[in-house]
């Protein structure tokens, strides 16, 4: 497996999922730099207004960019394979479907935990850039970044296990990027109801801003169980239809 892993390492490196996972986080933190930019001026962010800034990140990201950002980076990596037909070349190797299946599970998850921190060190650094133009440097660095970045790690697991799942089997690249975003926009409906438990596109946005500290506990909890199963039974049916071939 950690053959594979680096089998997949080496193939995008410079790939076009390498450069999405700098280039969305640095757009969200550089937006919300304007944003705070244009509503105050350098000179006129004081204290108060560094929350708004660190909810305005992490909002947009989980909120919106998130989702958006593991359809397209689940595609990149299965869609380099069905673009190429590479997929009985890979399988010539000493692995099985399942393996190859479970390697770019993984590999997709670290991108999201690797988008997730550049965009925390995205946004001090748009702080720190901030504070240099005349802004009050107090509580401009005021942002739990691990706990930050843990929550998403675990609520992304049931959106990266469907997507994963739908862009492996699925060789048109238009239909996983299609349910990210379809998926995404049912956020704005479901998001504020007391049906989000039954949407995994919820769990990150409810487990970062959740005005309750019980749904987010609640958020995590059902992400982690839920992602477990999706992969166990994306897992199951791949094996099944390797015996079956």
């Known amino acids: 497996m950690l053959k594979l892993l680096s089998v997949e390492l080496l193939k995008i490196r410079r790939s076009l999922a ?18 705070l930019l244009r509503r105050h001026g350098a000179n006129a962010i004081l204290p108060e207004h560094w929350n708004f800034y660190w909810l305005g990140n992490s909002g947009l990201w989980s909120y919106f960019m998130l989702p958006l950002y593991i359809a397209l980076i689940t595609t990149l990596l299965n869609g380099h394979e069905h673009k190429h037909q590479t997929w009985r070349l890979m399988l010539t190797l000493p692995v099985t479907q399942l393996q190859l299946f479970m390697v770019k599970g993984l590999l997709a998850w670290l991108f999201v935990i690797g988008a997730s921190a550049i965009l925390v060190i995205g946004a001090n650094l748009g702080a720190g850039v901030l504070i240099v133009l005349g802004a009050s440097s107090h509580n401009a660095f005021d942002f739990a970044a691990l706990p930050f970045i843990a929550k998403l790690a675990i609520t992304s697991l049931p959106v990266i296990a469907i997507q994963h799942a739908v862009s492996w089997r699925v060789g048109n690249l238009v239909v ?9 926009m049912g956020i704005t409906q479901i998001g504020g109801s007391s049906s989000w438990i039954w949407y995994p596109w919820v769990y990150s946005l409810m487990a970062t801003n959740g005005a309750e500290m019980g749904n987010q506990q609640q958020a995590l909890w059902l992400a982690a169980a839920v992602g477990t199963v999706l992969f166990a039974a994306s897992a199951w049916y791949l094996g099944r239809r390797e015996v079956e071939h």
């Not at 996983?176 to 995404?184: C, D, E, M, R, S």
């Open 18 to 35: 390498l450069l999405m996972m700098f280039a969305i986080p640095l757009m969200v933190a550089t937006l919300n730099v304007l944003i």
């Open 176 to 184: 996983p990027l299609a349910l990210g975003v379809i998926a995404t």
